[in-house]
């Protein structure tokens, strides 16, 4: 999964908890993303950046929020979270901005009781 | 809305035989429509890809078929294997401020039985 990583793998939470996931990258790519996946509506966008500190929103932004401290590790926050946020949610990098390749990671699912 | 539709949501294939996955788009800014494939548990993976200057490409046992004017383009997988059982999505992209932005197709659950 060229070197990107998620963490957790799973995690099963309750509704108005909130939660963070991880997304850590050894190949100091400059562009981040967070997408959502679920059936029948593919792969969504949430939240992506183009940079330390730089960061933008998707289609699906709602409830989320994302932060950039590092060029390697790319953290998703669902502030409060609820049972439309069950999903699995994929990590995804690439050198340019978008074009030609995203590499992702293997995924996080997530569940909210 | 800039949409990406995809047909059919599964397929069924002998071994031997060809897969055929259409998409169709809507927003002609879109210059680059890239396929990728997921297999279970994993993310999903790039396969093949094109620009809409040249109306196929072929990589191995994957083609893309482009045509411009009806929008549409299609991943075929020619002499299918069990190991091509996978999920396929297509997608469509453009350059926003820098940033290009992708839009998916819902996928395509591919099953080649022996």
């Known amino acids: 999964d060229a070197g990107i990583t998620q963490s957790p793998r799973h995690k099963v939470t309750e509704t108005g908890t909130p939660v963070t996931l991880r997304c850590h990258q050894t190949?100091?790519?400059?562009?981040m993303y967070w997408y959502r996946q679920d059936p029948g509506h593919g792969l969504r966008l949430i939240h992506y950046?183009?940079?330390?500190?730089?960061?933008d929103k998707g289609e699906v932004s709602d409830g989320y929020s994302v932060s950039r401290s590092k060029t390697e590790d790319f953290l998703l926050t669902l502030e409060s979270a609820t049972s439309s946020q069950t999903s699995v949610y994929f990590c995804?990098?690439?050198?340019?901005?978008?074009?030609?390749?995203?590499?992702f990671g293997p995924g996080t699912r997530l569940t909210v009781t | 809305q800039q949409q990406v539709k995809q047909s059919p949501q599964s397929l069924i294939v002998q071994k031997g035989g060809i897969s055929i996955i259409n998409c169709a788009y809507e927003?002609?800014?879109?210059?680059?429509f890239p396929w990728y494939q997921q297999f279970p548990g994993k993310g999903p993976a790039l396969l093949i890809a094109?620009?809409?200057?040249?109306s196929e490409k072929k990589e191995g046992r994957f083609t893309i078929s482009f045509n411009k004017s009806a929008k549409q383009f299609s991943l075929h997988i020619m002499d299918s294997q069990p190991g091509d059982s996978a999920t396929y999505f297509c997608?469509?992209?453009?350059?926003?401020?820098?940033?290009?932005?992708?839009?998916f197709g819902t996928g395509t659950k591919l099953q080649v039985i022996p």
């Open positions: 995804a990098i690439s050198s340019t901005g978008g074009t030609y390749e995203q590499y």
């Open positions: 190949e100091n790519h400059r562009y």
């Open positions: 950046s183009y940079g330390v500190k730089d960061t």
């Open positions: 927003n002609t800014a879109f210059d680059y």
């Open positions: 094109i620009r809409p200057d040249v």
């Open positions: 997608a469509a992209s453009f350059n926003s401020g820098g940033y290009q932005k992708v839009t």
